[in-house]
């Protein structure tokens, strides 16, 4: 039958519409992740060869197929373009297309089911350059994280599946706005109270540096070769210190040797000398290693877990809560288990929430649903 056709022809056409988009957006989310940390511009300069500053023209940027054609090298001067690349724009593409499959149908080509897709995609693009920035950086910027909550509040009245994916009906836009209030500061609040039981219970944490590493006290962040911890993760009592015994420590006017280093919020002792930490402004070392007042979360996976519950409510907040700690438990046994043990690397915590808020979207809640009716079943 012609209707017939028309309909299989829609249900493939919009989801390869949303994949295609996908990988465009994946694009720009590369970008995203490269310069955001940096606080460069997301505009300008437009795209091009991180080695050789060269332009890359249209043609050569097109998601997947450029990475392809080019073999994964600039047309330039053929220095290697990471395999991530690629990697982000597929993903990004996967994703857009399951948004749709997962908020509409061709049965429902409704406006209310593109504006539901279409917030979807806003959710799923901030989750996946706030993983991947994790990852390289040990950080989430404040530009994902508070313009999460904003988007998520402000979504929330435009519409309001993700606030209830197991109901048919719509919320009402006041009703809507309060979820996704409660959400925000559910998720905070429950992220934070992890944070400071985990800094009371554990403590502190050693890491080991490279023979030849330097460790750098900048002006925000604690800087390892592979990575920065802003001190806002680092601090919160007046009793955290980052210690450490140095074979040399170079200031702006001087150096040191064989000297203890210890660093508060309020105070720099270099040896038997002491000072206001705001009173230096460069402070790098050599060290082996360094003891940090650490826990398994930062101030950013508070932030980050806000923003989730703007979007997706306050249950969503409880349940990647338990299901990222379980996937960060398998994932660290795993290496460990790979390394013999041996495995003492860091791992920052935003990416497992990251995939738990997916996990939540696209089934989640329903196993979420079944638990609690579960529980609430006569025995």
């Given at each position: 039958?012609?209707?017939?056709?028309?309909?299989?022809?829609?249900?493939?056409?919009?989801?390869?519409?949303?994949?295609?988009?996908?990988?465009?957006?994946?694009?720009?989310?590369?970008?995203?992740?490269?310069?955001?940390?940096?606080?460069?511009?997301?505009?300008?300069?437009?795209?091009?060869?991180?080695?050789?500053?060269?332009?890359?023209?249209?043609?050569?940027?097109?998601?997947?197929?450029?990475?392809?054609?080019?073999?994964?090298?600039?047309?330039?001067?053929?220095?290697?373009?990471?395999?991530?690349?690629?990697?982000?724009?597929?993903?990004?593409?996967?994703?857009?297309?399951?948004?749709?499959?997962?908020m509409?149908?061709?049965?429902?080509?409704?406006?209310?089911a593109?504006?539901?897709?279409?917030?979807?995609?806003?959710?799923?693009?901030?989750?996946?350059?706030a993983?991947?920035?994790?990852?390289?950086?040990?950080?989430?910027?404040?530009?994902?994280?508070?313009?999460?909550?904003?988007?998520?509040?402000?979504?929330?009245?435009?519409?309001?599946?993700?606030?209830?994916?197991?109901?048919?009906?719509?919320?009402?836009?006041?009703?809507?706005?309060?979820?996704?209030?409660?959400?925000?500061?559910?998720?905070?609040?429950?992220?934070?109270?992890?944070?400071?039981?985990?800094?009371?219970l554990?403590?502190?944490?050693?890491?080991?540096?490279?023979?030849?590493?330097?460790?750098l006290?900048?002006e925000?962040?604690?800087?390892?070769?592979?990575?920065?911890?802003?001190?806002?993760?680092?601090?919160?009592?007046?009793?955290?210190?980052?210690?450490?015994?140095?074979?040399?420590?170079?200031?702006?006017?001087?150096?040191?040797?064989?000297?203890?280093?210890?660093?508060?919020?309020?105070?720099?002792?270099?040896?038997?000398e002491?000072?206001?930490?705001?009173?230096?402004?460069?402070?790098?070392?050599?060290?082996?290693?360094?003891i940090?007042?650490?826990?398994a979360?930062?101030?950013?996976?508070?932030?980050?877990?806000?923003?989730?519950?703007?979007?997706?409510?306050?249950?969503?907040?409880?349940?990647?809560?338990?299901?990222?700690?379980?996937?960060?438990?398998?994932?660290?046994?795993?290496?460990?288990?790979?390394?013999?043990?041996?495995?003492?690397?860091?791992?920052?915590?935003?990416?497992?929430?990251?995939?738990?808020?997916?996990?939540?979207?696209?089934?989640?809640?329903?196993?979420?649903?079944?638990?609690?009716?579960?529980?609430?079943?006569?025995?």
């Amino acid at each position: 039958m012609p209707g017939d056709f028309w309909l299989r022809a829609t249900d493939a056409f919009v989801p390869v519409t949303f994949f295609v988009f996908g990988c465009i957006v994946g694009s720009f989310l590369n970008v995203c992740i490269h310069r955001m940390p940096l606080d460069q511009s997301l505009l300008r300069p437009p795209s091009h060869c991180p080695k050789c500053q060269s332009p890359i023209p249209w043609r050569l940027n097109i998601p997947l197929l450029a990475w392809l054609w080019l073999k994964g090298r600039c047309a330039n001067c053929r220095a290697p373009i990471p395999w991530r690349y690629p990697m982000v724009e597929l993903l990004t593409g996967l994703l857009f297309a399951a948004a749709w499959l997962r908020m509409g149908s061709a049965a429902q080509l409704t406006p209310a089911a593109f504006l539901a897709a279409a917030v979807l995609c806003v959710f799923l693009a901030g989750l996946i350059t706030a993983t991947f920035i994790d990852l390289d950086h040990y950080i989430i910027p404040d530009r994902i994280t508070y313009g999460g909550m904003a988007a998520g509040l402000a979504a929330s009245l435009v519409s309001s599946r993700l606030l209830s994916l197991d109901s048919v009906m719509p919320l009402a836009p006041a009703s809507a706005l309060a979820r996704s209030a409660l959400g925000c500061v559910v998720g905070g609040a429950m992220v934070y109270a992890v944070v400071r039981v985990g800094k009371w219970l554990f403590g502190r944490q050693t890491y080991t540096l490279e023979p030849g590493e330097r460790l750098l006290f900048a002006e925000s962040a604690l800087r390892f070769a592979d990575g920065e911890m802003p001190y806002e993760d680092i601090f919160y009592r007046e009793s955290d210190a980052v210690t450490l015994h140095a074979s040399r420590v170079e200031l702006l006017d001087r150096c040191y040797t064989d000297v203890d280093v210890r660093l508060t919020m309020t105070r720099l002792t270099i040896g038997s000398e002491s000072f206001r930490p705001e009173e230096v402004p460069h402070l790098e070392v050599e060290t082996r290693e360094v003891i940090v007042p650490r826990e398994a979360m930062g101030l950013g996976d508070v932030k980050f877990m806000a923003a989730i519950g703007a979007f997706l409510g306050w249950q969503a907040t409880v349940f990647s809560l338990m299901a990222s700690a379980l996937l960060g438990a398998l994932v660290g046994v795993t290496l460990m288990a790979i390394q013999r043990g041996e495995y003492t690397g860091r791992m920052p915590y935003g990416p497992f929430i990251a995939v738990a808020a997916a996990l939540w979207v696209f089934g989640g809640h329903a196993l979420w649903r079944w638990w609690f009716e579960s529980m609430r079943a006569p025995f």
